[in-house]
């Protein structure tokens, strides 16, 4: 069983900057692959990132790429999202979840999940 609590969302204007965190509690961190989704009302989580156990692999989205950076630290039991050159289509509510996914871009392949932080982005 991991808990995870995400934090560092709000409101920021287009072309700002936000760092999120996703803190793990419970099992061992560094056992699970670790992802970023977005949701918006009347949406399906859409993929934002992904990190591999140990840090050494990481894929986004298209619509972020270049923008956003993902990144973990296991001895802190933690993980980011960078996201810099917010555009107002960034709004959503961002989940962190934990797993072991064969397709880490499908919400449905990861175990754990966080409680979502808001992100909002004023043009």
């Known amino acids: 069983q991991v808990q995870l609590e995400e934090s560092g969302g709000g409101l920021v204007q287009a072309g700002g900057s936000l760092r999120l965190s996703c803190a793990a509690s419970g099992r061992s961190f560094s056992d699970y692959r670790m992802g970023w989704f977005r949701q918006t009302p009347g949406n399906e989580r859409e993929f934002i990132a992904h990190?591999?156990?140990?840090?050494?692999?990481?894929d986004y989205a298209d619509s972020v790429k270049g923008r956003f950076t993902i990144s973990r630290d296991n001895a802190e039991n933690t993980m980011y999202l960078q996201m810099n050159s917010l555009k107002p289509e960034d709004t959503g509510v961002y989940y962190c979840a934990a797993g072991l996914p064969s397709l880490y871009r499908t919400s449905g392949e990861y175990l754990y999940w966080g409680q979502g932080t808001q992100v909002t982005v004023s043009s």
């Open positions: 990190i591999s156990r140990n840090g050494g692999n990481t």
